[in-house]
Each structure stands twice: as structure tokens, then as C-alpha cells.
């Protein structure tokens, strides 16, 4: 059907039918075809008129962030819902064939950092997503395990003993016969002061 053209239409509204005639129009839509760029955590769409009336956007060029993946690039670096990705590295960026070629070349290349402009209301922001192409990898196997050259002790089936206790009935070690010291402060060959009375 074309668009402009005059269609007769009955619908029913309290019980009675009523014949209607409407005119086509075309179908426009806040939101287009979405793309996933799963390396940054960001999914983004064109701006359609719509669109860009609807958030008050300046312009329908750019992309249209859809969404923000949690512990992504994209988030780490501060790139929000909303926002608008003007530019990536050097590129301009009009819409979803621009952004796709610069994610393109940076995940071909492993670029690991990659400088992206956003609008932001009326601000204009630089954010720079950090890509770890490292991320998620499997780690490099374990060296093969070499035999010990002596065969391992079993494990005993008795519990380790504790060392005996000392009997409670034996008296504590002397020190060895010693002259007894005499204070600093007494004068040699002054006598040696009495030991209280118990």
C-alpha cells in the first residue's frame, strides 16, 4: 500500500460497527536496527528523526548509545546511555557503517586503547576505551608433572605425638655454682650486705 493512500476501514466501538476512512502514512520510529560492539560494551543505533526529536538531539548524525554493558570498556571509560559517538580515533563518525569500520580495524589491529568523542546534552566528551584483547582467554596449560626421584612417605596411621610432659615432681635446674655478683655501686672489698630474713 502506498503511503498517502485512502483506505475504508469498519471498526466497532459500543457495540456498533462504524465504517471509517484513514490515510496512510509512513511508519517512522524512535529506534532502528541496534548493533552489538561487544568488544567495547556498547550497543548503539542510527538516529532516526524521530529519534532525535524525542531526545532532543541536534542532529540525526552519529550513534545513539542503546545501552552500556557492566565492567565493559565502555563503562569503565564513562560512555552512557544516551550518549551520541561522533567521532572514534580519527573517524568521524555519521552513523552505525562509520563506527562499524572503526571497530572493525581497531578489533582487527587489537587496538587497545581507542579515543571516542560523545555528546552529551550539550557537552561535548572525550572518553578512551581501554580493550583487554587478553580478556577471557583460556590460561597457557600446566607443565607436564615430573616424578619425585624418592618414592613420598606414607602417611602414618597413628596421630603425631606430642613430646612427653616434664614429671611435676622434679625441681627446676640450677644455674652452675657461681660466686655471687656484688652490686655495681659497692666499692671492691666492702662487704657483701646481709640477705633479708625470710
Sequence with gaps: ????????????RAGEVRPL???????????????????WGLVGQNITERLAQRENLSSTRGVYVTGVRRGEPAEKAGVQKGDVVFQAGDLDVAGLKDLSKCYD????QKQAMVLVKVRRGMAVV????????????????????TKPSAPAAKPSAK????PPEKPADKPPEKPPD?????????????AQPAEPKP
Excluded: N
Design 1 to 12: 500500500m502506498a503511503v498517502g493512500a485512502r483506505v475504508q476501514v469498519k471498526v466497532k
Design 21 to 39: 476512512e484513514i490515510v496512510t502514512e509512513e511508519l517512522t520510529t524512535a529506534r532502528s536496527q541496534e548493533q552489538d560492539f561487544a568488544r
Design 105 to 108: 580495524d581497531g578489533v582487527r
Design 126 to 145: 572525550p572518553l578512551v576505551l581501554r580493550v583487554d584483547f587478553d580478556a577471557g582467554k583460556k590460561p597457557p596449560p600446566k607443565a607436564p608433572a
Design 159 to 162: 596421630p603425631p605425638q606430642e
Design 178 to 190: 657461681r660466686p655471687p655478683e656484688k652490686p655495681a655501686d659497692m666499692p671492691a672489698g666492702s
